[in-house]
């Protein structure tokens, strides 16, 4: 498994990569940000099921952390201003908050700016 952190997000989702490139030039680009349709999924232990439901932060020992926590990690691994935005996020009740704005934006995500048919979530599967 890498050791390094890395951001794996949703490549096939302009508003998702447009998102994912302009954070990455704000935080600095010393971790990889890579879509997960060209990344290993199973070497950092995910599926491209989850891929597909959120974005991905990989830390260095291997932990996955989804959707608003993903970025909150980001923010924290870049350090300066950001970690305590990064730490606050993590922290009850903006972490309920942050993870009730990241679901709706990515449940529609297809309608936010530069959002395409194609970054539509999947239809989920009947059980």
């Known amino acids: 498994m890498p050791t390094t952190p890395i951001l794996i997000f949703d490549g096939d989702c302009a508003f998702c990569t447009t998102s994912a490139r302009w954070l990455q030039r704000r ?3 010393a971790v990889p940000v890579e879509p997960w349709q060209f990344t290993d999924l199973a070497a950092y232990g995910t599926t491209a099921e989850r891929a597909q ?7 260095g020992a ?9 970025f909150a990690r980001w923010l ?3 350090g300066g ?8 996020i993590t922290l009850p009740p903006v972490r ?4 009730g704005v990241y679901r709706l934006i990515a449940n529609n995500r297809e309608k936010m700016p530069g959002g395409t048919p194609a970054c539509a979530l999947p ?3 009947e059980q």
């Open 27 to 29: 935080l600095g680009g």
């Open 53 to 59: 439901y959120e974005v991905l932060w990989v830390d």
């Open 62 to 70: 291997g932990t996955i952390h989804g959707g608003a926590q993903a």
């Open 76 to 78: 924290i691994h870049s």
């Open 81 to 88: 201003v950001w970690r305590p935005l990064g730490v606050m």
């Open 96 to 99: 309920w908050v942050a993870a």
């Open 123 to 125: 239809p989920q599967k």
